[in-house]
């Protein structure tokens, strides 16, 4: 089967070197049992591949140009379903957590939950050393809300990149004290901030599925602070029952067993395979 999976993001083939996240690696594995093609960038396939998956939202560019392909379709959807007429318009949709899939389930599209992080790159380092008491990564902006955790000073770090509306978070953070490293980073370097952490915090009113998992792949257990935050958790709340159904177990094995890039890759292979 030869499956396209575009990113079409302007910015892609620039963040594609520092990218390890669970969709990369689940697309890797996907490689591994079919002929995946991944185009990176605002570019179409000049082919018809037997199946069609993005990675966007559900206002992205590419409805635009789904008729164009005569094969099946699907998305890995990013936000909350904002347009279901879009969606509509697709064979599957792969969705990250459970309020995202009853929200879609609810209008009587096909979706599948198809989400984790890479079990292999993000695990426990118990040889580093915990230096940093609360971290937080995540891009510099009102809707992250570093503001409302500055109050923790020196205590905490955060790094990221600063969008144009995010100077007053960054602002404040540095009034207080905290520790900011500004930029995009090497994921090997996020990585080794969540091994010298001993809190990950997350004031988001929403977003930060990722760091979530990563966080919990890594051996930490998240601070999520806004209770509006319902996608974020909704893992933590999964994880809570699992921890007392399996009478114990630690937010590692969670991972493994729920959210590991190999379940990742065999839930896309759900809905591929039809």
């Given amino acids: 089967m030869k499956i396209c999976v575009l990113w079409y993001f302007d910015k892609a083939e620039w963040v594609y070197p520092n990218w390890r996240d669970g969709h990369r690696k689940a697309f890797e594995e996907l490689a591994k049992v079919h002929d995946v093609d991944f185009i990176l960038g605002k570019k179409l396939p000049d082919y018809q591949p037997d199946f069609l998956l993005f990675w966007d939202d559900s206002n992205s560019e590419v409805f635009k140009y789904l008729d164009k392909y005569n094969c099946r379709k699907g998305i890995c959807l990013t936000t909350d379903p904002h347009n279901m007429e879009n969606l509509r318009k697709l064979d599957v949709v792969f969705v990250e957590s459970d309020p995202i899939y009853q929200a879609v389930r609810r209008e009587g599209i096909r979706c599948i ?63 207080n004290g905290v520790i900011v490293e500004e930029g995009y980073f090497p994921v090997e370097k996020i990585r080794d901030y969540y091994w010298r952490s001993t809190s990950v915090i997350i004031p988001a009113i929403h977003g930060s599925e990722r760091t979530v998992l990563e966080a919990m792949a890594c051996g930490i257990k998240p601070m999520v602070m806004n209770p509006s935050n319902v996608r974020t958790l909704s893992y933590l709340k999964e994880y809570e029952l699992w921890h007392q159904e399996n009478n114990g177990g630690t937010v590692r094995q969670f991972v493994l067993e729920r959210y590991s890039h190999g379940q990742f890759v065999e839930s896309l292979l759900k809905g591929i395979n039809g």
């Fill in 113 to 175: 939950r198809a989400f984790g992080t890479d079990t292999d790159f993000f695990h426990p380092n118990p040889d580093i050393k915990k230096d940093i008491e609360y971290f937080y990564p995540a891009t510099f902006s009102p809707w992250k809300r570093q503001s409302a955790i500055a109050y923790l000073g020196p205590k905490l770090t955060c790094i990221g990149t600063v969008q144009p509306d995010g100077k007053e978070e960054l602002q404040e953070c540095l009034e």
